[in-house]
């Protein structure tokens, strides 16, 4: 089970690039866990949607979260540093083992 983001400090995007869960309702948990951490003016989605529904239903509990609404940066590399809360946020989620991948 595992969560991979693609993170944009700069422009503040944060987009889900994938989501895999073997046992029923841990994708939940894992999209509420990001969600939750992730900064207010941040914009939260999911550029490409082949779950079949799950997305959609995501969108409906979670406002903040856009489905099939991609963002793009001018910026090459996201630095992360320039975020500090948003870095505080993501090392608690991985402290519960969750996985993060930095795009780059």
Known sequence: MGVELLIDVP?????FYAL???TKGCGRR???AVVAA????????VPM?????????????FPRLSVGRVLLSNSKTPNISKSQSLGKN????TDNHTHFHRAG
Request: net charge positive.
């Open 11 to 15: 422009n503040k995007i944060l987009q």
């Open 20 to 22: 895999t869960s073997a």
């Open 30 to 32: 894992m999209v509420d």
């Open 38 to 45: 992730a900064p207010e003016g941040w914009f939260l989605g």
């Open 49 to 61: 949607d082949w779950s079949g529904g799950f997305w959609n239903r995501m969108a409906q509990v």
């Open 90 to 93: 993501l090392r608690r989620l």
